[in-house]
T-cell receptor, first 112, second 117 residues
Framework: GDSVTQMEGPVTLSEEAFLTINCTYTATGYPSLFWYVQYPGEGLQLLLK?????DKGSNKGFEATYRKETTSFHLEKGSVQVSDSAVYFCALSVAGYSTLTFGKGTMLLVSP | DTGVSQDPRHKITKRGQNVTFRCDPI?????LYWYRQTLGQGPEFLTY????????KSRLLSDRFSAERPKGSFSTLEIQRTEQGDSAMYLC???????????????FGPGTRLTVL
């Protein structure tokens, strides 16, 4: 079946540090890939997406590139802020408009 | 605010009681999804609707769980004879019909946190 594996957290960084959160996947078909973010006390929000190989999704300084050869979709940001502290979920969807399969989430804690 | 809304936000119940949650999707969205999220885990799919039709149910959805979307607008999720293992965050999401927005972007509500004592 479909699955998503994320690095375990928490990831603890100082403000302005570089961020990488690893995500790899297995899928029965050709998936679309997503990163969702959950801020404390709030619902999941779509952060970025990529729908085909070599696509780069980007939003709010975050980027992730769809790597089919390594089945990966790692999240990166060049300079994190305290306000980026949240839980980040990698997810996939196969065969458009179907359900999402999520990873377990990675908590990011950014200190001033 | 025209996002997905859920009610109640929190529910505490005793084991064996029945509970019902409501989800109001974004008005023009045809698809509505229910997920369950336990502590330290990502959301797990439970079921989804296209308009009023329930198109798929996860094996996680035991016979104590039932979901409806009678008029293709809001949805309810009922859990009968609750068990402590049902304690979780229940998330609702909606998405538009193909062609109206980004590919399978699901918009999530804030969730209903259920605690079964």
């Amino acid at each position: 079946g479909d699955s998503v594996t994320q690095m375990e957290g928490p990831v603890t960084l100082s403000e302005e540090a570089f961020l990488t959160i690893n995500c790899t996947y297995t899928a029965t078909g050709y998936p679309s890939l997503f990163w969702y973010v959950q801020y404390p006390g709030e619902g999941l929000q779509l952060l970025l997406k990529a729908t085909k190989a070599d696509d780069k999704g980007s939003n709010k300084g975050f980027e992730a590139t769809y790597r089919k050869e390594t089945t990966s979709f790692h999240l990166e940001k060049g300079s994190v802020q305290v306000s980026d502290s949240a839980v980040y979920f990698c997810a996939l969807s196969v065969a458009g408009y179907s359900t999402l399969t999520f990873g377990k989430g990675t908590m990011l804690l950014v200190s001033p | 605010d025209t996002g997905v809304s859920q009610d109640p936000r929190h529910k505490i119940t005793k084991r064996g009681q029945n509970v019902t949650f409501r989800c109001d999707p974004i008005s023009e969205h045809n698809r509505l999804y229910w997920y369950r999220q336990t502590l330290g885990q990502g959301p797990e799919f439970l079921t989804y609707f296209q308009n009023e039709a329930q198109l798929e149910k996860s094996r996680l959805l035991s016979d104590r769980f039932s979901a409806e979307r009678p008029k293709g607008s809001f949805s309810t999720l009922e859990i009968q004879r609750t068990e402590q293992g049902d304690s979780a965050m229940y998330l609702c999401a909606s998405s538009p019909t193909r062609g109206q927005s980004s590919y399978n972007e699901q918009f999530f509500g804030p969730g209903t946190r259920l605690t079964v004592l």
